[in-house]
């Protein structure tokens, strides 16, 4: 018997197709490194539990009742005129009003739980950074030690982190799934968003808003160091001797992609609140 080639390739792409989405689920939110995106999984997993319940008598009962009031079925009763019921209105009505009524009280405590502005409680002072959406890339800020790192974030473990949002063109998001929710950054305007990390890592971030041909491009590592290497790094960044002056502040404003991450010894005073004002000003 002749086997045909393209058999084999018919098991191989569904294959593929699992096998890819293995990468998805590690980068995801259900893979989460951080209390913010820990609730956040919890709340996937309440809603998921819901939708079974909503979903699953549906999808079962849907093919049982077609099977059962198929047109060769010629000996089950067919009574066309019956009554109200009350046993038929009670599953009608009850059961969504309770899922309803269930889902509002969870959803209301997760939408003040996971507000992006609330801080996060430590007994540790919040890490302030100041990231800034570009043309394809992200510059953070930061204000307090002077460094500044384009298209990596740097960030101590077990450390609340405060990043203030901006973008410095056009309308922007800035997405970590392991660690946080979307929040979106505007020219002109200041966002806020509060994360932290529960344990070491390297973990993806992204711009989720489309801004031109190098969206595909602005994708960002978040590396969660221990509070003594991420000490190290910050002394790494101020002895690399590589300011962010002027010379390299009109660079960053070109429309490019870094093909790696760069790091500045030193940033102006003010630079975040002077692009905002810049992004005010009429062009």
Known sequence: MKVSRGRPLLFAIPLLFVLSGCDVLKLSVMNYAGPI????????VIVGIVLVFVAGPVLLLTPLIA??????????????????????????????IGIVIGLGFVLWHYTHTLDPY????????????????????WLFIYPDQR???????FIP???????????????????????????????????QLNLAASRPGVYRGENTQFNGTGFQNEKFNVIALSPSDYDRWVEHARASAHPLDAAAYAELFRKSSPPQPIVFSSVP??????????????R
Request: hydrophobic content about 45%; proline content about 7%.
């Open 157 to 191: 473990v077990g450390r609340p982190v405060h990043i203030s949002l901006t973008s410095g063109t056009v309308m922007q998001a800035l997405l970590i799934p392991q660690l946080a929710g979307q929040i979106y950054a505007m020219a002109g305007m200041t966002t």
């Open 67 to 96: 099977w059962h009031y198929r047109l060769s079925n010629k000996n089950s009763a067919f009574r066309p005129n019956w009554n109200f019921s009350w046993t038929l209105e009670g599953f009608i009505w009850i059961p969504p």
């Open 269 to 282: 005073q003010r630079l975040f609140q002077n692009i905002l004002v810049q992004s005010q000003e009429p």
């Open 37 to 44: 995106a820990a609730s956040q999984s919890h709340l996937y």
């Open 118 to 137: 609330r801080p996060i409680a430590s007994n540790l002072p919040a890490l302030k950074v100041q990231a800034v959406g570009l043309d394809w890339k």
């Open 147 to 153: 460094i500044a790192a384009v298209n990596q974030l």
